[in-house]
T-cell receptor, first 113, second 116 residues
Framework: AQSVTQLGSHVSVSEGALVLLRCNYS??????LFWYVQYPNQGLQLLLK??????LVKGINGFEAEFKKSETSFHLTKPSAHMSDAAEYFC???????????FGQGTRLTINP | EAGVTQFPSHSVIEKGQTVTLRCDPI?????LYWYRRVMGKEIKFLLH????????ESGMPNNRFLAERTGGTYSTLKVQPAELEDSGVYFC??????????????FGPGTRLTVL
């Protein structure tokens, strides 16, 4: 069975500071990994995904994530936070192809001016 | 190109009533998924259609939930009768269905269901 753990339901950073949102997964097969973002009153939007190509994945809005098999992690980072990054972020895993997503609990990111 | 749309955006009903949620996927997407997020919990998978067929309904909580996908286009999710624990946000997603790669699922804005 697959599972995803996001460490920290709430993360707060200052504008301009590094954003680090943690995600660890467990999967019995090589996983496909995703980060989605939900802005207030909107649906989930794909930030980036890992599909067994490059381990460092670049996404939209300056976000990137690194797949580390030895640590079973897929942490999301952004060098410099903007106020517009305030949202809820979800890490998810699937077994690939047209398969269901298994989500973590979500991390709400707050940006302090 | 239009994204995934869901209707209604909000629904407030009383326990024991019936509610039907609708999802229109992105045109041409064979795969359609329903997910639910109960307050304070993670987003959980309910079921997956490939065209008009149910591919995986392992996440459906009980037989009060009925999902259909007419002609492989839009889908409806009916809850009958609704219970308090059915409250939450119901998301619909669709994908093209590319085998062998991490198929991107595109999500709608969700329907917030409140059962009183």
């Amino acid at each position: 069975a697959q599972s995803v753990t996001q460490l920290g339901s709430h993360v707060s950073v200052s504008e301009g500071a590094l954003v680090l949102l943690r995600c660890n997964y467990s999967s019995s097969v090589p996983p496909y990994l995703f980060w989605y973002v939900q802005y207030p009153n909107q649906g989930l939007q794909l930030l980036l995904k890992y599909t067994s190509a490059a381990t460092l994945v670049k996404g939209i809005n300056g976000f990137e994530a690194e797949f580390k098999k030895s640590e079973t992690s897929f942490h999301l980072t952004k060098p410099s936070a903007h106020m517009s990054d305030a949202a809820e972020y979800f890490c998810a895993v699937s077994r690939g192809g047209a398969q269901k997503l298994v989500f973590g609990q979500g991390t709400r990111l707050t940006i302090n001016p | 190109e239009a994204g995934v749309t869901q209707f209604p955006s909000h629904s407030v009903i009383e326990k024991g009533q019936t509610v039907t949620l609708r999802c229109d996927p992105i045109s041409g997407h064979d795969n359609l998924y329903w997910y639910r997020r109960v307050m304070g919990k993670e987003i959980k998978f309910l079921l997956h259609f490939v065209k008009e067929s149910k591919q995986d309904e392992s996440g459906m909580p009980n037989n009060r939930f009925l999902a259909e996908r007419t002609g492989g286009t839009y889908s409806t999710l009916k809850v009958q009768p609704a219970e308090l624990e059915d409250s939450g946000v119901y998301f619909c997603a669709s994908s093209e269905g590319l085998a062998g790669v991490g198929d991107t699922q595109y999500f709608g804005p969700g329907t917030r269901l409140t059962v009183l």
